[in-house]
């Protein structure tokens, strides 16, 4: 089986692409009808499919549970990994937070080694990175950012974690999705 950057980096790479521009989308009345189809697609609703943050992703201070809504675009490219990754068999859950913190804060916060020690075990997993870098004022800060990690379970299934963390323009609030990815991977054809 590969290792975690290998089969996903190619999604990866689209995912960023496609939920960098989601943001110039979400408020446009074109999105909230297109959402609807997204969320037929999808599955997903307005305030997530959990009801609270699964207990092996650490809960950083200051999140409050939010009802909000998946952008299209990131419904969308959730169903192409989860079609290139498992065959479109596999589980999505999502849950949204908005802090008052700053979206590097974020980004700091969920580091390789903590989601390690709280068991997610893939050796490469990709981690998190901020975007977007806003150097108009003295400090530079990240408007945007993104995280993935990978486990492999003791079910014979493997998980896939993206947290996706955007800041809000209206509300100034960092608004941070968490969406789990849980299937037996298809395996990759080997020459």
Known sequence: MQTFKTRYLP????????LSMSCGLANTVVNGVANKVGNAVTGGGDAGTVAELWPDVPKMD???QENLELPLTAKLALQGVMNATTGG?????FIAFTTTKNTQDVVDF?????MTSSGWNQSDQAGCVASSTDTSGTTPTASGGICF????MSNNKD???????????????TQVFFMRVEATIKPTATP
Do not use: E, H, P, R
């Open 11 to 18: 999604i990866v790479l689209v995912f960023l692409a496609i």
């Open 149 to 152: 990690f990978g486990k492999t």
């Open 159 to 173: 998980a896939m974690l993206g947290i996706f963390i955007a800041q809000d323009s209206a509300s100034k609030q």
């Open 89 to 93: 068999k596999g589980t999505f859950n």
């Open 62 to 64: 200051g999140l409050k």
């Open 110 to 114: 969920y580091t390789n080694d903590k």
